[in-house]
């Protein structure tokens, strides 16, 4: 590199990971998406690259900053006691707030109190002084559609500061139906305003930027796709050496995800009851994990009443490890999304070499074939044949084993992002 030439301020926004960890949530794949980004990112020497998070005050013409915050604060695993009991306190106060009818200037104000002391309290470290730092490019890999996270982007593009996004799919605007009324407008009036602003918008599938084409036809060649290598969805373990014993006895079959409508709980829990009509599956048990989402009340509720009688294992909340045990554990795993903008809990599942049963509705971009059993979403008797086989039959397992050397995986979606 020359020495005239300044090496570029790379901004990655991590205000929706932040919110998560300091509010306890386990992260979604979304919030993992932002923290492969940030280690992948580390990595590069020809960026100078930085997690932050945006602060505005109250008011429509407030000022946006972004903070830099220390990479290592926005890990979520493993908070020690008091960091814990302080979060607690977070929340506590983010309940009043919420519920108090505070008038609008009020609210807003203490919005930005509280995203303060989070900073200070809920274990997310500010690296330099909290009077803002200088980006000329604005990475946001995260959830834009929360809160005004949209209009802080748009300001601070308005100031100059280059934006780039990744759209991981368009459910809300396209498929109203499996989600809350005023998440599909929120987000609807977010993406609009991102797009506006965002000098390339990176998509996972060529699915979903086929739809940003055809919604948004002036947008022309601002669209890039990228995918990240399968490398990237590996574990940290050696196979069969998860530092957890899996909570479930074998056999079991596994499903990961958060439990709303998209992921099709339904037809599992349908081809369940089918499968055990065979008494050879008497002791085999399906494990359903993953957030409570929403309208989904009808499934958790059933799952709740016959768990039992049905062997059906309920686990809202695991960490990395825990989760890494069941997957060393499982028979099988099942995924029946009506539809996905990548699908993760495939991609680790197909990775470690797991018997992997997959909705025909999923993107399969870097999957081989033969790596999966693709089913129709809506046949329930027919995953329930294939999960009798896969669970009254074991299967030799050839995960992937990729070298440090290969690095995280997501390079090239951090290129599509970075790279001009």
């Not at 593009?157 to 599909?184: H, M, Q, S």
Request: glycine letters at 8%; one cysteine or more.
């Amino acid at each position: 590199m020359p020495a005239t030439e300044r090496t570029r301020s790379v901004a990655i926004l991590v205000d929706d990971l932040a919110t998560w960890i300091v509010t306890g949530h386990q992260p979604t794949g979304i919030q993992r998406v932002v923290s492969e980004l940030l280690d992948t990112a580390a990595a590069r020497t020809d960026v100078d690259s930085w997690p932050a998070v945006s602060l505005a005050g109250p008011g429509p013409d407030a000022d946006v900053r972004l903070v830099e915050v220390d990479r290592d604060s926005l890990r979520w695993e493993g908070p020690d006691g008091g960091l814990r009991l302080r979060r607690r306190y977070l929340q506590l106060v983010r309940r009043i707030v919420r519920r108090a009818p505070l008038p609008a200037c009020l609210r807003g104000g203490a919005r930005l109190v509280y995203v303060r002391l989070a900073l200070a309290f809920g274990g997310i470290r500010s690296s330099r002084s909290t009077g803002g730092r200088r980006a000329d490019l604005l990475l946001v890999p995260g959830g834009f559609w929360n809160g005004d996270s949209a209009a802080r982007i748009r300001s601070l593009a308005a100031r100059g500061t280059k934006v780039r996004v990744i759209v991981y799919d368009l459910f809300p605007v396209r498929n109203p139906e499996w989600f809350d009324p005023r998440l599909c407008s929120d987000f609807a009036e977010a993406l609009a305003i991102v797009v506006s602003v965002a000098d390339r918008i990176v998509t996972l599938s060529d699915e979903v930027a086929k739809q940003l084409t055809d919604d948004y036809p002036t947008l022309g060649g601002k669209i890039a796709t990228a995918v990240p290598a399968l490398r990237a969805h590996t574990s940290r373990h050696a196979a069969g050496q998860s530092p957890w014993p899996s909570p479930v006895p074998r056999p079991y079959l596994l499903t990961v995800g958060t439990v709303e409508p998209r992921k099709n709980h339904r037809v599992i829990l349908d081809a369940w009851r089918i499968a055990r009509e065979d008494p050879r599956m008497a002791h085999a048990s399906l494990v359903v994990v993953g957030r409570h989402g929403w309208m989904a009340d009808d499934i958790e509720t059933e799952i709740a009443r016959d768990g039992g009688r049905m062997n059906i294992v309920r686990l809202a909340h695991t960490t990395d490890d825990e989760l890494e045990a069941l997957y060393d554990g499982c028979h099988a795993t099942v995924h029946a999304s009506w539809a996905e903008g990548l699908g993760l809990p495939v991609r680790e599942s197909i990775v470690r070499g797991i018997p992997t049963l997959m909705s025909a509705r999923i993107p399969r971009v870097g999957l081989a074939d033969g790596s999966y059993l693709p089913f129709d979403p809506a046949d329930a008797r027919g995953l329930a044949s294939l999960i009798t086989d896969l669970l009254l039959t074991d299967r030799v397992r050839a995960p992937s084993t990729p070298r440090a050397s290969d690095g995280t995986g997501w390079e090239p979606v951090l290129a599509a992002l970075v790279d001009d």
